[in-house]
């Protein structure tokens, strides 16, 4: 049972094979078995989701939500009432909302049943999930690597069925990039598609909101589910959420596909590169027309994220006092400013330290000019690059990371060469346009690889259509971990 997709397992619902409790239950098993190994999950929520189970079979009806009694992992940064939600950092690590995010309020009314919260990178900053207060995700497909990041116990709890689907989080990367990691789909929306209401903020201007499933067709029915204007998100506009299902299983047959030269520049793995130019060759065989297109400003985009990126995730991190919540000073402190000292010395991990120090030179006075201004500039430099291609083509096709799963470790020390693992990522955040990574093969050590689908702002649809073109006509979504 717990090999099923979403659509599957909603189906089965429906048809009264088997109910939410013994889904939920098959999850819950799952997690004691294999969790202990993996560790995609921080909080495991037993009791309620077999409460919200129970409650789902008995309210179950034919127009149910799709999602309804279905089980769910939620990334740590998700607000989750009466549910610890610590962003896997030790200053909040004791905090309970009073309120659910939108977004969890929306799945609530679906009928959602929440098996845990999911691990994750502290704040969302990283691509590993080693900068988490509790410890790592290990890659499903090989223990001994990274699941990605920062989204990556979600990632790890789709590919290791122990979820039917969960939602994480992207600024940068943080679903595409753990996804094509551990082989699953991940979807990152435009910007202002989903809700960030209770979401804790990263960097307001790029964080976005999205599924990770085993399908192309679960990441359409969970969108449909989350997106949409919210009123306590000036930045969700009231643009119309689409049946995403009526894309899927539509042919390509002469959709121009973009490849950016950019990408497929040095740096890239050999292995990945090749796997990346089959799934290409197979875009063409299904009818695409794919050519060669320009992103000159790509080479920016990086530099632009790791200035303007720590000025907001400094800003939105300098509301964490201490003074509730989580770790507090161990020693005596002398006054306010002393305990604040101490607390935030204490309560945030090495990275966001890095980070708050970044983003208070960049925007320090004498400094903000050189560096946050000039990182705005270029970065609507990248936005119209995007803007110019889409006149262009439908879509671009892109790896998602140079590299595959790397191991524990290897990096740690290394902060740039984490940073690079989103080269591929990040423009496209810049940019705030939507992009899916799909798997589309593995590495000779059997580690997977994804495909990154990017199309023009609000165009949901049409990345989805494409990928679930390659994914209809590939088999690689079906292949799991041997667990
Ligand atoms: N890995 C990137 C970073 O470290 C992206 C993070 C994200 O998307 N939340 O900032």
Not at 262 to 291: C, H, M, N, T, W
Not at 352 to 371: F, H, P, W
Request: net charge negative.
């Amino acid at each position: 049972m717990i090999e099923l997709t979403l659509a599957q397992a909603a189906e089965g619902l429906r048809k009264k094979e088997f109910s939410s409790l013994e889904l939920t239950k098959s999850v819950l098993e799952r997690m004691k078995s294999l969790d202990s190994q993996v560790h995609a999950y921080v909080e495991t929520c037993e009791d309620e989701a077999l409460k919200q189970a129970e409650a789902a079979d008995a309210s179950l009806k034919e127009d149910s939500s799709v999602l309804h009694g279905i089980p769910v992992g939620l990334k740590d940064i998700f607000n989750t009432k009466g549910v610890r939600t610590t962003c896997c950092s030790n200053i909040i690590k004791d905090f309970v909302p009073p309120y659910d995010a939108s977004v969890v309020s929306k799945l609530r009314d679906a009928g959602m049943v929440m098996v845990g919260k999911t691990n994750m990178d502290e704040f969302a900053c990283g691509s590993s999930t080693e900068h988490s207060c509790f410890g790592v995700t290990k890659n499903p497909w090989d223990l001994d690597r990274v699941a990605g990041g920062s989204s990556g116990g979600s990632a790890a709890a789709v590919a290791a069925d122990m979820a039917y689907y969960s939602l994480g989080t992207d600024t940068g990367g943080s679903i595409r990039q753990p996804a094509s990691l551990c082989g699953v789909v991940g979807l990152k929306v435009t910007y202002g598609r989903v809700s960030r209401s209770g979401v804790t903020s990263m960097a307001s201007s790029w964080d976005t909101i999205g599924p990770f499933t085993k399908t192309v067709e679960d990441a359409a029915l969970v969108l449909k589910e989350i997106a949409g204007h919210d009123r306590r998100d000036s930045t969700t506009p009231k643009v119309d959420v689409p049946d995403y299902t009526k894309n899927l299983g539509q042919s390509i047959q002469g959709l121009k596909v973009g490849l950016p030269k950019e990408y497929f520049g040095e740096g890239i793995d050999p292995e990945v590169r090749k796997v990346l130019d089959e799934a290409i060759s197979q875009l063409k065989s299904l009818g695409a027309e794919v050519k060669e297109v320009s992103l000159p400003s790509t080479k920016y985009a990086v530099a632009v994220y790791y200035v303007a990126m720590p000025a907001e995730l400094s800003a939105n991190l300098a509301r964490f006092d201490g003074i509730r919540y989580g770790s507090k000073p161990k020693g005596d402190v002398e006054d306010m400013i002393d305990y604040y000292f101490q607390a935030r010395s204490e309560g945030f991990g090495d990275e966001i330290k890095r980070r708050i120090m970044i983003g208070t030179y960049v925007l320090s006075a004498g400094y903000y000019d050189a560096y946050y201004k000039k990182a705005q500039q270029v970065r609507t430099l990248i936005i119209q690059d995007f803007n110019k291609v889409f006149e262009e083509v439908d879509v671009l096709a892109t790896p998602v990371s140079p590299i595959p799963a790397f191991k524990i470790g290897e990096k740690a020390d290394d902060p740039l060469s984490m940073y690079l693992a989103d080269v591929f990522t990040i423009p496209s955040s810049c940019a705030g346009v939507p992009a899916i990574s799909i798997p589309c093969g593995f590495t000779n050590q059997q580690l997977p690889v994804g495909l990154q689908i990017i199309g023009p702002q609000f165009e949901e649809g049409k990345i989805l259509q494409v990928a679930s073109a390659y994914e209809q006509s590939t088999e690689w979504h079906k292949q799991r971990p041997q667990l």
